[in-house]
């Protein structure tokens, strides 16, 4: 059996299985998760890594170096924000061939150090080693907030049936960035900068833990995908209102049949989910509900105005999988 | 310019430059040794990143998978240990074509799995990728011993003049355990075992900051080039006499016209080289005591029993040269 025939979550599984899941009394949070956290002396570490491989996340043809040193940065910022942490430092991961250009490789350091800057992450060291593809592996630190010595965290297990889902910002423009991207729209479109430069949410995140959230996932995936993230680890099901979610304007003018679709399925948006009590969810500024967690089967099911269940071909992205 | 004319250490400095030196105030050690150092509340957090790519650190043709995650996995725990720290937990991510086997990746865990129970290390996380070549690269995180608050800690830069230099274990058996393996020597030979399942030696790492060594770094490069490393960033220069570097047997009699040069070229030993005062070096167990810091340009020198230099035509490893 090849590992596509699994996909990427069937094999993380079967791989977290092999390693174990003793752990350590001072794992707080294990795989599965946006980040790991650790107990250090009085202190919640996090940790999170994610790569971006050429001809994978980024088409060197078309992406500029600058956007994918930003997006390798700022993506797992994201994962830092969706446990509702603050970034602290990274290590870099550089593969390469030897015949890249060293110009290409102080363009995306630059976009790197601008996310590092934006964000306030020191970039602490890294690895560099020679590849067939260019591609980019950053793991990044960040720290919990704390209450009474408990670390304050947005787990993806922790939804619970009657809490609302709610969303940062507006979801789709990403996937429609990168269709304008490979349609040769410039890179300054405002959209496709969606795609290439996203923001990652971390006051959005801060704000959710110190409210008393505690449930919270970063859209990469796709909207449907990773709501069922949280419906698996939380053994429960969830709700979404087609008519509830943010659509921007751009979004409805570039692609008026499919904008729905993009919202629910395209990924890469990087803003947060956020799952609890209405009054929690609530408190934190500039969020949109566009759900609620039922009991049920640990599935997303997506109702129109009329409450009749949409479905799409795809729900989502695996790495693994065409 | 590409990036092979740089050369691995020459684009990891200019790219340090452009990520720029400022940095935060808790970061303790930044880019350029063997871990960083961050101070989090009361303790000090290191880390560390290390890839090994298929077809550069291992052919998949001669490699066993489950060498290939003890490797990833214990080149990083020598990280840690080159810094005098204790490994905490690690984060790894796997790139892979969708066409690997699934059981090659359960092999390659498996090998994971087994250093992380060696090492008393918590696999917390990672993330998969699609790539065109199967890749692990791990992310560790240790913690410094303290004393009065302050982190002990082995610097690469702390290197003075006067101070002996000395080195754990044997050297160049895992070159000679390449060569082995590349001639078809069955993958259980103790000499091939020493290339394909280094040991980290976090004993000694932890005796050294305890002992008062203030200077070390592993033997991942090459011996000549690794103690080079420590001129360069300690502004001293380094005598190493030959006739004192420990050579084991099996080395001799395997390679008897090359041992000396695979002991000072060869690389991924991964034993520790001490640098410190003779009294403090002298409370470290099982090291043997190769040579000394110097007044001097900041480059190591191999002298032979007449006291004269013995030069290779190559000091060691770099990632982005042949």
Known sequence: MDVSQLGEFGLIERLTRIVGAEGSPDLVVGPGDDAAVWRLGSEYLMATTDAMVEGVHFQPERARWEDVGWKALTTNVSDIAAMGGTPLFALVTLALPPETPAEAMDALYRGLSESAREYGVAIA?????????????????????????????????????GDVIAITGTLGDSAAGLRLLQRGVPADDPIVQRHTRPVARVESGRAAVEAGVRCGIDVSDGLLQDVGHVCGMSNAGAVLRAVDLPLSDGLRAAFPDDALELACTGGEDYELLLIGPATAVSRVPDVTVIGEIVKGPPRATLLDGAGSEIKFAHAGWDALRP
Chains 1, 2 share one sequence.
Do not use: N
Not at 127 to 155: F, I, K, N
């Open 125 to 161: 060291g890294g690895d560099v080693v020679s590849a067939a593809q260019v591609s980019v592996t950053v793991s990044l630190m960040g720290r919990a907030a704390q209450r009474d010595g408990e670390p304050l965290v947005l787990r993806r297990s922790a939804a619970r049936p």
